[in-house]
């Protein structure tokens, strides 16, 4: 397809889901039709005839690589933020972290954990693979070149891993403040005395 086609067929797409992602991913992979043999290659897919299934497990695959390749980018994004702020907590025992930042961080890493865990059926195999043995075939070797699986389960570490560390500043956040209060109570009836004591002399 020529870049005019995708742009016509992408605004279909919008008119019926909505413009999407801000800065979405994306992915080219070429598909070769002629006569040999089906076969899965890196940077294409060699079939001997472009039926609407065999087309449909390719998009399929394509579009979970670049879906995946897009939450990978946030997720470095907020493991690496995640990470400056637990140094700062190793090394200086504090962390200057706002609470609006705290609940940008858990919405961000929530957001993407619920985008993911929604599609996770995406992840299962589609009807047309029961077809036949062949398509089942297409759609594993598919699969296996863009590592989706191995690529799902480091991403969903990953989001553990932000999650656990986010939890740990909410919860040090929270100590923070409940010790700041306590002090604030303990200063306030430290005046009160001294004010009553004042009063009676």
């Known amino acids: 397809m020529s870049n005019e086609q995708i742009d016509i067929e992408v605004g279909k797409i ?19 039709v002629g006569d040999f043999p089906n076969r899965v290659e890196f940077e294409y897919v060699e079939v001997k005839e472009l039926s609407l299934d065999i087309l449909r497990l390719i998009a399929i695959s394509v579009g979970q ?4 390749e897009y939450f990978e980018v946030l997720a470095d994004r907020m493991l690496n933020e995640a990470s400056t702020f637990m140094e700062s907590l190793a090394s200086l025992g ?3 972290l706002k609470t609006t930042s705290l609940l940008k961080m858990i919405g961000t890493s929530a957001r993407a954990r619920q985008h993911i865990i929604s599609n996770v059926a995406i992840l299962d195999p589609p009807d047309e693979t029961w077809k036949s043995k062949e398509l089942e ?9 863009f590592d989706i699986e191995v690529r799902f389960r480091t991403l969903d570490r990953k989001l553990t891993l ?6 740990i500043l909410a919860d040090f956040t ?8 306590e002090a604030s109570v303990v200063a306030l009836i430290l005046i009160e005395i001294v004010l009553a004591l004042l009063h009676k002399r």
Do not use: C, H, W
């Not at 690589?65 to 995946?68: C, N, R």
């Open 65 to 68: 690589s670049a879906a995946l």
């Open 94 to 96: 504090a962390v200057s």
């Open 162 to 167: 932000i999650q656990d560390n986010i939890e």
């Open 14 to 32: 919008k008119t019926v889901l909505g413009n999407g992602l801000a800065n979405p991913t994306t992915e080219t992979y070429q598909v070769n």
């Open 174 to 181: 929270s100590s923070r403040r409940t010790i700041m209060l």
């Open 137 to 145: 075939e297409i759609f594993k070797e598919l699969q296996a070149n």
